[in-house]
């Protein structure tokens, strides 16, 4: 396996790959933020929708990051608006965060160290590339590396 594989299993954390890009990102939706919880990314801050709801998402939240053997992040309920504004999209199921940015691994690295790279070019469609990034771990790959293309 190579540095940065995802193989994950209960109670284990992957190790830290080498190098990272330096700014924080926003990310949104509930299950990316479960899964950085669960990942190598560090969650700094949540912001979720306020309402009746808001209490059981905290809690929610919080779960996760247990689960994960994390700490949960700082959680703070906003209005709708402020999350559509911070998350840049409609699309934010009430929940958005800080996390540091991805780890990246240099090209020798990946080419010296993994047995399996899927690259792929031109996906446009969410679910295949979903389809693809889980037959790719299924099959044994290191890594996925998307092309350019933005999916949407």
Not at 31 to 53: C, D, F, T, Y
Not at 95 to 106: F, G
Not at 130 to 150: C, D, K
Request: aromatic share 6%; glycine share 10%; proline share 8%.
């Amino acid at each position: 396996m190579c540095p940065g594989a995802t193989r994950s299993f209960p109670g284990s954390r992957p190790p830290p790959i080498p190098f990272a890009v330096s700014e924080l990102t926003f990310i949104y939706g509930r299950n990316p933020l479960r899964e950085a919880l669960r990942g190598r990314r560090r969650v700094h801050q949540a912001w979720i929708l306020e309402g009746r709801s808001a209490a059981a998402l905290a809690r929610e939240v919080e779960h996760w990051g247990r689960g994960a053997g994390v700490p949960a992040p700082r959680v703070t309920a906003e209005s709708a608006a402020d999350l559509t504004a911070r998350a840049g999209s409609q699309d934010h199921q009430g929940v958005v965060a800080e996390v540091d940015p991805y780890s990246y691994v240099a090209d020798e690295t990946l080419l010296a160290q993994c047995d399996l790279i899927v690259a792929l070019d031109r996906v446009q469609d969410p679910h295949n590339l979903g389809a693809i990034i889980r037959t790719a771990e299924g099959a044994g790959a290191g890594v996925v590396i998307p092309g350019t293309v933005r999916l949407g």
